[in-house]
Structure formats: C-alpha cells, structure tokens
C-alpha cells in the first residue's frame, strides 16, 4: 500500500486536506458558480517504462534487469504493433539510480543487425556483465532470441557483446544456441527466454550458466568467453543431452524462465536456486526450486501472481539492489496497451525466513506512488466491485465493470491512484482516477453512468478524464465530466455511479483522504 498527500481545501478531524490551487470561476447549468481546484497527483508509479527520450509513448515488455554498480539497466523489447500480432524490431534500455527517476537510453540493439535473425522479433534477453581475460576488461553480454534463418526457421538463442551497458551491442554472428541442435522439440519456439546466472563454487571455480525454454526448459554452462557452449564430457562436440541438458519442467511451465538465489550481508550467494517463470495461460508467475542447477530437478513452490488485468502474457525480471530484491514484470496498462503493447512495473520481492517467496500483486503505485480514499459525505467508500482476473482470453479487455459505494469490502479494492488528466495533462484541474489494484482500468464516463474500463483502442481519454472542482455541496470536491461538461460522478440510487446535472449537491461531493 502506498500513501498520498491529498488536497482538497476543507480540514476534517480524521484527516488533514489542503487545497492546491484555485483555477477559476464559471458557472454550471444550474447557474451555480463552481470554483475548479487542483489536486495532487501521483509523480511517480507504475509502470515505469513507457517513454521515450521526448516524453513520448512508448511500449515495450519482457524485462530484462542488470545491476552494474550503482546503477539498474532495464532492458525491453520495443513493441510497435498495431494488432494482435509481436512486432518487435530492436531492444530498447532505461536505467536508474534510485529506482524513481528512470531515464531512456535508447535502443541499444536492432533485428536488422543481427545476420541470422527476423528484422521484428525482438523477443525476451537478459544482460550481464563479465570479466574478459581476452579482452583485459569488463564486457556486457546481451542474450536474447528471434526466429533463425539458418535454423529451418525455428527460434535460436543469439548473443551480443558491448563495452557498454548501454549500446554499441554487436552479435556475434551466429546463433549461440540453434532451434534446431535442442531434440525432442514441441514447437518452433522452444527455444526462447534466456537467462544467466553466473558464480563461484565454493572450490573457487566459476560457472556461467544459460538457462531458456518455452514449453521445454533447457540448460548448459557457458566458456569463460561467455559466447560458446561448454564440452562438459570433454569429447570434443557439444551434444544435445549431455551438455546441453533438457530439464523436467515444473508444474504449468510456459515460459519466461529467470534464475536467482539470495544472498547475505556480505554478498555471498546461499540457498537454493529460484528459477520464476510464467504459469499456465493467461500467464501467472510463479516459482519452482532446487539445490543443482544443472542436475538437479525442480520442484514447485506456489503462484505468486494472478494474470495481470491488461496483457495475455507476464515476464519476470528478479535483481538485489541497495539491499533489497525488486521484482519486474509487464503489462499493458498504457492507453491503447496489451499483451502486444507492453509495459513494465516493479514491485519490492519479500521471503519469509524459510526462503518462500511471498505473494505479489500488480497495483499501479509501484514503489513510489500514492494512494487515495474516496468516500461520500457518510465516509463510506468507492470502489469497484470484486472480481478476480480471468484466464480466458475472452474475457478481455475489461470494459464497463460496475463501480460504487461499499461495493467491496477488500481493502485494495477501494483504493485509488490519481494521475494527470489523459485529455490534457498540463491542466491541474484534470484529472484521471486509476484503480490501484487493477492497474490499466480507468474511472470512465459511459454515456450517463461511470465504469471501471481499459482505454484498450486509446480512444477514451475525454471519457476518463474529470475536472476537479470545489464540492458541490460546499466542501470537499466533485468531478464534472470533462466528455459531457456539466455531468458530475454522482451516487445514485443503489449505491452506484451515475452522471447527473449537479442539483442533489451532496451527492455529488466526495472526500479524499490518504491510502494506506
């Protein structure tokens, strides 16, 4: 839960509210004089990504996390589809340095420079860094998979080398793992989702490990040079089930695997291996572990995650940073998203003393953001009614789900996060009010009455877009319509959200305090 400065410009016993600012006077089809007034909205949130150097929109999912000294890369592909189909052309990065402020660093890989690869499908990577004796120097190695040219068109695992965290990434030529070296194959696509893990055993020797599947989950050691596969057998060839070794699966594996394991005070690695990973369809996450990762079998833990409200898909990204572990996964909770227009969030990741991992829940505060209370003049709160998000895809996109007055008694069900007016975000009087746990989904006008609705086309932002004025009824604060000027969100009969003209005043004034 996340708390939130409000205002408003009324002091009640129960909470301390502050006006921002007058904008101005004009009258309402009622002749009465409304005064529009600025609240606070939430600076920061999910998700994090979704820009581009200018500010623009920008979408992009499957993350990718690498911590390099006080800095986080986040890596993404960059969608730019326009249907229900990937269209994925280049790798794009953001980074940061307190996990608040993100700033895009461009793209810092394009399919078309990859020999072997299809020119849009940039699909899940991960980046890591590691000492090069050749090379006498740090390089960044950037794993990722396409569909392969050379590989009777199946998907292949690549490999791309910088000297830079951020770009001037070059493939090596060659697909690092080919679609078609991996036997006893269940789709062209098997081979996809890299991640690596990297340390050193307690004999002093290190190892690299590249781990990737959908469907089927595979495994082997990498050279020191991180580009080649390693002869575990030493016969001199690299043979499907010997060095690189088919995993069972764990219970509903999909795909996006990633490895992680903890680590104590002083940095050293302890416990089992985690391996995340995307269960079922809709995609959940979930966890599996073991004590051996390249023989040891993997036994599943729990969910951790339901599928998120917007997008078909999910992909994890686990990293330690500055003392704590973050955990990053997408959605398409951005006007017009979905599982084809992505974007990414990030939640803090606890365990229990044991080592299980604890629940975690998509919300659109993130680690920074702030949460709001809406009640009527009773104290009684809006919400949305409960629902858990389906598994069916035809389910989707959530549109129209009913909103009122103590429609839930679950506590994330009654909060809210409010962002700058999607109509106009220079103006402080606008303002757009997005559900806290069911991020994506919007307070929207729909002709007279008010839903929870996805702006899934991008064509809603006058719909979900209210003007913030001094409450009707003389304090606290009610919203007009900014699609039907003159409308106001109003409790109706039944508990429910309407728009009406204003004139029951008190049903029309609302009172925002912080969310927990």
């Not at 010997?242 to 394991?261: C, G, H, M, N, S």
């Not at 955990?327 to 909770?333: A, I, M, T, V």
């Not at 729909?446 to 991008?458: A, E, H, T």
Request: aromatic share 12%; charged share 25%.
């Amino acid at each position: 839960m996340r708390k939130k400065y409000l205002y408003e410009f009324m002091v009640f016993a129960s909470a301390s509210i502050v006006l921002v600012g007058c904008d101005k006077h004009v009258e309402n089809d009622g002749n009465q004089t409304k005064k529009e007034i600025t609240v606070e909205k939430s600076e920061y949130g999910n998700p994090i990504t979704g820009f581009d150097e200018s500010g623009n929109r920008i979408y992009g999912g499957d993350p990718a996390a690498l911590v390099d000294g006080d800095t986080v890369y986040l890596y993404t592909g960059h969608d730019i589809s326009t249907g229900d189909s990937y269209v994925i052309p280049e790798w794009q990065c953001y980074s940061t340095k307190d996990m608040k402020t993100w700033n895009y660093e461009g793209d810092i890989l394009s399919c078309k420079d990859v020999s072997w690869a299809d020119t849009n499908s940039a699909w899940a990577a991960q980046a890591v860094k590691h000492y090069s004796k050749t090379e006498g120097k740090d390089l960044y190695y950037f794993y990722f998979c396409s569909w392969d040219s050379t590989s009777e068109g199946k998907q292949s695992i690549g490999v791309a080398v910088s000297d830079s965290p951020t770009g001037g990434f070059a493939d090596i030529g060659e697909p690092l793992i080919k679609g078609t070296v991996t036997e006893n194959e269940s789709s062209t696509w098997n081979d996809i989702d890299p991640t690596v893990w990297v340390e050193t055993d307690e004999q002093g020797e290190e190892h690299r490990y590249l781990c990737w599947g959908n469907g089927k989950l595979y495994i082997c050691e990498l050279n020191e040079n991180m580009i080649s596969v390693k002869d575990l057998d030493g016969d001199g060839k690299i043979t499907f089930g010997t060095d690189i070794i088919e995993k069972t699966v764990p219970d509903q594996f999909t795909e996006a695997p990633w490895l992680y394991r903890r680590q104590d005070a002083d940095g050293n690695y302890y416990g089992d291996y985690y391996l995340f990973y995307a269960y079922g369809w809709r995609e959940q996450m979930a966890y599996a572990t073991t004590d051996d990762l390249l023989y040891g079998e993997w036994n599943f833990q729990t969910i951790l995650m339901e599928p998120t409200a917007t997008s078909n898909t999910n992909h994890m990204s686990v990293i330690d940073f500055m003392g704590k572990t973050y955990f990053f996964y997408h959605n398409g909770s951005l006007d017009g998203g979905s599982g084809y227009r992505r974007v990414v969030c990030v939640e803090e990741l606890t365990f229990q003393e044991d080592g299980t991992v604890n629940a975690i829940s998509e919300n659109a505060a993130g680690l920074n953001g702030e949460t709001v209370l809406i009640s009527n003049k009773e104290g009684e709160l809006l919400s949305h009614k409960a629902f858990q998000n389906s598994s069916s895809d035809s389910s989707y996109p959530y549109m129209n789900k009913e909103l009122g007055i103590s429609l839930s008694e679950e506590e994330e069900d009654c909060m809210w996060v409010l962002k700058p007016g999607k109509a106009d975000s220079s103006k402080g009087s606008y303002v757009s009010i997005e559900s806290y746990n069911k991020p994506g989904l919007y307070v929207t006008a729909v002709n007279k009455l008010v839903k929870l609705s996805q702006n899934y086309n991008g064509n809603f932002e006058k719909q979900q877009t209210f003007i913030t004025v001094e409450g009707l009824a003389g304090e606290g604060v009610s919203f007009e319509s900014l699609s039907q000027p003159g409308m106001y969100i109003t409790v109706a009969k039944g508990n429910i959200l309407k728009l009406t003209d204003g004139s029951d005043a008190d049903s029309c004034t609302f009172y925002l305090t912080e969310g927990n």
